[in-house]
């Protein structure tokens, strides 16, 4: 089974860029849709971005389209977000997932990541 394991948030101002990755273990990844969550305390967990297993069909929440990339790599086992243009209200915990099903609900993940958080300052 694939493990997840996220790396890159941090702390940035309002108006930079980060870069986040998902390395997974395993075989099987090139036949995973991948997704991205994030999540603020208290709240529930929002989509963010999600990619096809080939990486040809991708999805953005509308909060996020135009300002963050989601891409992979299937001969690196990786998943990566990047996200421009970050703006205070994107503070949160965010966490890549792995599922048979592209799409925006959390339900169709059946594999996470323990989360990084990503912090901007106004």
């Known amino acids: 089974q694939v493990q997840l394991v996220e790396s890159g948030g941090g702390l940035v101002q309002a108006g930079g860029s980060l870069r986040l990755s998902c390395a997974a273990s395993?075989?099987?990844?090139?036949?995973?849709?991948m997704g991205w969550f994030r999540q603020v305390p208290g709240k529930e967990r929002d989509f963010v971005a999600a990619i096809s297993s080939s990486g040809r069909t991708t999805y953005y929440a509308d909060s996020v389209k135009g300002r963050f990339t989601i891409s992979r790599d299937n001969a690196k086992s990786t998943v990566f977000l990047q996200m421009n243009s970050l703006k205070p209200e994107d503070t949160a915990v965010y966490s890549c997932a792995a599922g048979s099903w592209t799409g925006r609900d959390h339900r169709l993940y059946d594999i996470w990541g323990q989360g990084t958080q990503v912090t901007v300052s106004s």
């Open positions: 395993g075989r099987t990844f090139s036949s995973y849709t």
